[in-house]
T-cell receptor, first 115, second 113 residues
Framework: GAGVSQSPRYKVAKRGQDVALRCDPI?????LFWYQQALGQGPEFLTY????????KSGLPSDRFFAERPEGSVSTLKIQRTQQEDSAVYLC?????????????FGQGTRLTVV | AQTVTQSQPEMSVQEAETVTLSCTYD???????LFWYKQPPSRQMILVIR??????QNATENRFSVNFQKAAKSFSLKISDSQLGDTAMYFC??????????FGEGTQLTVNP
């Protein structure tokens, strides 16, 4: 597709359940980012990939969060043993190259609700 | 550490009028970019305008322009001739080394007919 695609759009998980969120970036985009957006807040950085290399994971809130991009294209954000505080919209963004001024294109996000 | 502050949680404007959204930021880096993103109910973040910190000239994109005051670390967005489709959440963001973005808390803009 022409844009960043995320699936599923909505996910309801029971507390303690593991979830996997998928991001299909724009074809050929080198950089890929994950952000977490709590209700009524701005997005917060989680992690960054350049191709398949995870160069920055400083924003991951706990070791229950894990992200991968094994072939440098599709990325998966996995959350183990979900907690209520994990409820948020998870946004994925990609950009063509790693430069400060390069426009990052965002997907529509996955809204995760932990009950 | 980088911070971005948007002090106006909500704003409203009449269609065809002009509105200004405020943003202040803080960073110790000398090379950075500033962005305004629009987030409609569909949740997809859309880039509205960007400003390079080393450029003194304020960026302009059609009805959207910024007032970049580097010394004051201020970066406001002016929307002229507001349209109903401008109704959305607007986020100010700071891009520094590593390309990650630091976002503000957002301003919900409502354009009234």
């Amino acid at each position: 597709g022409a844009g960043v695609s995320q699936s599923p759009r909505y996910k309801v998980a029971k507390r303690g359940q593991d979830v996997a969120l998928r991001c299909d970036p724009i074809s050929g985009h080198v950089s890929l980012f994950w952000y977490q957006q709590a209700l009524g807040q701005g997005p917060e950085f989680l992690t960054y990939f350049q191709n398949e290399a995870q160069l920055d994971k400083s924003g991951l809130p706990s070791d229950r969060f894990f992200a991968e991009r094994p072939e440098g294209s599709v990325s998966t954000l996995k959350i183990q043993r979900t907690q209520q505080e994990d409820s948020a919209v998870y946004l994925c963004a990609s950009s063509r190259i790693r430069k400060l001024n390069t426009e990052a294109f965002f997907g529509q996000g996955t809204r995760l609700t932990v009950v | 550490a980088q911070t971005v502050t948007q002090s106006q949680p909500e704003m409203s404007v009449q269609e065809a009028e002009t509105v200004t959204l405020s943003c202040t930021y803080d960073t110790s880096e000398s090379n950075y970019y500033l962005f305004w993103y629009k987030q409609p109910p569909s949740r997809q973040m859309i880039l509205v305008i960007r400003q390079e910190a080393y450029k003194q000239q304020n960026a302009t994109e059609n009805r959207f322009s910024v007032n970049f005051q580097k010394a004051a670390k201020s970066f406001s967005l002016k929307i002229s001739d507001s349209q109903l489709g401008d109704t959305a959440m607007y986020f100010c963001a700071l891009g520094t080394s590593g390309s990650r973005l630091t976002f503000g808390e957002g301003t919900q803009l409502t354009v009234n007919p």
